[in-house]
């Protein structure tokens, strides 16, 4: 079982749709979440962290995490072309290392 | 966030020379640095912790003494792909933390690799 997973896409959404991006994890220890953006070519770029349970928002992106069930999840509002991207869950397990997902990838369509 | 440099942001060698990656803290002095690697459509993998004063802290899997870590000041960490072949293409990207203790963490911009 992978640490960190996420469904590799294309998650295709129409431009101003809502996108859902999720992320799953097998460290129950885990104690804080960020997602990135990736843009092709480029390193990645921090969007959020979320540390507590429950909802987290920030402009057009709100985080939630569920500990219980081992999810994460990234909702993006007003979804641009722009946004366009991969979008990477990492996690901090019990030894303080970021470990990635591989990415789901987001197309924003016209 | 942290803003983090990295020079060079492309590099083509030939095989079996070595090369240098710099990555450098611009607004905060950073204790600790990281080092991933990621190949084309996979995910960031950690290769070490490059500590300041002391020696770098590698992955399970990544060899030492090829991939040589000096972090001789509190805004540059230096890695040096030495004899690289062609298996050691990849995007080598560092990473700063504020905290320190590898939580919330700032990524370079990269150095994409070519080894011919």
């Known amino acids: 079982q992978k640490e960190v997973e996420q469904n590799s896409g294309p998650l295709s959404v129409p431009e101003g749709a809502i996108a859902s991006l999720n992320c799953t994890y097998s460290?129950?220890?885990?104690?804080?979440f960020f997602w990135y953006r990736q843009y092709s070519g480029k390193s990645p770029e921090l969007i959020m962290f979320i540390y507590s349970n429950g909802d987290k928002e920030d402009g057009r992106f709100t985080a939630q995490l569920n500990k219980a069930s081992q999810y994460v999840s990234l909702l993006i509002r007003d979804s641009q072309p722009s946004d366009s991207a991969t979008y990477l869950c990492a996690v901090t397990g019990t030894a303080s290392k970021l470990t990635f997902g591989t990415g789901t990838r987001l197309q924003v369509t016209l | 966030g942290a803003v983090v440099s990295q020079h060079p942001s492309r590099v083509i060698c030939k095989s079996g020379t070595s090369v240098k990656i710099e990555c450098r803290s611009l607004?905060?002095?950073?204790?600790?640095m990281f080092w991933y690697r990621q190949f084309p459509k996979k995910s960031l993998m950690l290769m070490a912790t490059?500590?300041?004063?002391?020696?770098?802290?590698?992955e399970q899997g990544v060899e030492k003494d090829k991939f040589l870590i000096n972090h001789a000041s509190l805004t540059l960490s230096t890695l040096t792909v030495t004899s690289a072949h062609p298996e050691d293409s990849s995007f080598y990207i560092c990473?700063?933390?504020?905290?320190?203790?590898?939580?919330?963490?700032?990524f370079g911009p990269g150095t994409r690799l070519l080894v011919l």
């Open positions: 607004d905060f002095q950073a204790t600790t």
């Open positions: 490059s500590n300041e004063g002391s020696k770098a802290t590698y």
């Open positions: 990473s700063v933390s504020p905290s320190g203790g590898g939580e919330t963490q700032y």
């Open positions: 460290d129950r220890g885990s104690q804080s």
